[in-house]
């Protein structure tokens, strides 16, 4: 099972950019699938989260308004679309999968058991 963020780069501030996550080797239709991010210095932070049946999604505060989590089940992938991207977006984002049943999900790490590699994220001028 192999989970691959992807969609990074370099961006100027205002600017907008689109992540995935896409797994191989199993079914994301049965994980609740969330976004974190690590910037240099800083702890890492939970910044989405999309439900099973993507009928719950959470956003932190930070990212409400700008970013839309979604999913594609049959293309067994999830996506993250960032708008009016700031320089304190600048991080290493993450996408990681969690056996959470229900309709909320939460961007609490213990809550994930498998991570992917990174994709980063650089919003400078």
């Known amino acids: 099972f192999q989970l691959q963020a992807s969609g990074g780069g370099l961006v100027q501030p205002g600017g907008s950019l689109r992540l995935s996550c896409a797994a191989s080797g199993r079914s994301l239709n049965i994980y609740t699938i969330a976004w974190f991010r690590q910037a240099p210095g800083k702890e890492r932070e939970g910044v989405s989260c999309?439900?099973?049946?993507?009928?719950?999604?959470r956003y932190a505060d930070s990212v409400k308004g700008r970013f839309t989590i979604s999913r594609d089940n049959a293309k067994n992938t999830v996506y993250l679309q960032m708008h009016s991207l700031k320089s304190e977006d600048t991080a290493v984002y993450y996408c990681?999968?969690?056996?959470?049943?229900?309709?909320?999900?939460?961007?609490?790490?213990?809550?994930?058991?498998?991570w992917g590699q990174g994709t980063l994220v650089t919003v400078s001028s």
């Open positions: 990681a999968t969690g056996p959470i049943p229900g309709d909320v999900c939460h961007t609490l790490p213990f809550l994930y058991d498998y």
């Open positions: 999309i439900t099973t049946t993507a009928i719950g999604t």
